[in-house]
């Protein structure tokens, strides 16, 4: 069992920064996958970063790319979405995934998930 527990939502003006965290508790942290995800409004809800809290994988989604940074702080369990030059269209509910094994990294391999953080972006 994992507990996940998201904060650091709020409203941003775009071009601005923002940095959520997710604090994991329940498993060793630095043997499960993890993974930030989002849904705005009206969409399907995609990847956002998938990587290893391990070490040895990381995945950042296009529209993200170049723009946020994942990292983490293993003595805490807790990772972080640095998240900067923002867009309106990064508005969304961000959800903190982990699972303990992931084979394709997509969301149906995490069965852990986070209450979400809601982030607004305004133009």
């Known amino acids: 069992q994992v507990q996940l527990k998201e904060s650091g939502g709020g409203s941003v003006q775009a071009g601005g920064s923002l940095r959520l965290s997710c604090e994991a508790s329940?498993?060793?942290?630095?043997?499960?996958?993890m993974g930030w995800f989002r849904q705005a409004p009206g969409k399907e809800r995609e990847t956002v970063t998938a990587?290893?809290?391990?070490?040895?994988?990381?995945y950042y989604g296009e529209a993200v790319k170049g723009r946020f940074t994942v990292s983490q702080d293993n003595g805490k369990n807790t990772v972080y979405l640095q998240r900067t030059n923002l867009k309106p269209e990064d508005t969304a509910m961000y959800y903190c995934?982990?699972?303990?094994?992931?084979?394709?990294?997509?969301?149906?391999?995490?069965?852990?998930w986070g209450q979400g953080t809601q982030v607004p972006v305004s133009s």
């Open positions: 995934a982990a699972e303990a094994s992931c084979s394709t990294w997509s969301q149906s391999d995490y069965g852990y």
């Open positions: 990587f290893s809290a391990g070490g040895g994988y990381i």
């Open positions: 329940g498993d060793t942290f630095t043997e499960l996958c």
